[in-house]
């Protein structure tokens, strides 16, 4: 789902995203100073390779998500804000952030069941 940053106003706008076993649901909020905040929760399952074993396995997910998004290049120094997101274009793709937290948490140090025994 891609979402128009100029519609996000200081009302929560919901948002409900998902991908094979995954749910990625929240909420954009317009903070201050053109920030908007997106605060989600994601949960289910991914799968992830063990660092031990390599062997694929399911990971269970259950992660609070709060960052916020800029529309264009943010420059502002006076502020030290270390998680923002720029969006171009006015739009933000909600999927293409599911995606991209799922890669993180894929970049995790991840072990299976055996190898944890």
Do not use: H, P, W
Not at 7 to 32: H, M, N, P, R
Not at 42 to 69: M, P, R
């Amino acid at each position: 789902m891609k979402i128009n940053l100029i519609k996000v106003t200081q009302t929560q706008l919901d948002f409900d995203e998902k991908s094979d076993k995954i749910t990625f649901k929240g909420y954009l909020q317009y903070a201050s100073n053109k920030l908007i905040l997106l605060k989600a929760k994601l949960s289910g399952k991914i799968n992830t390779d063990c660092n031990i074993c390599a062997n694929e396995f399911e990971l269970d997910v259950d992660e609070e998500i709060e960052f916020y998004l800029y529309n264009g290049i943010y420059k502002r120094k006076d502020e030290v804000l270390l998680d923002i997101v720029e969006c171009f274009d006015s739009t933000v793709d909600l999927q293409e952030v599911l995606y991209s937290e799922i890669e993180l948490i894929k970049s995790d140090y991840s072990t299976c069941k055996n190898c944890n025994e």
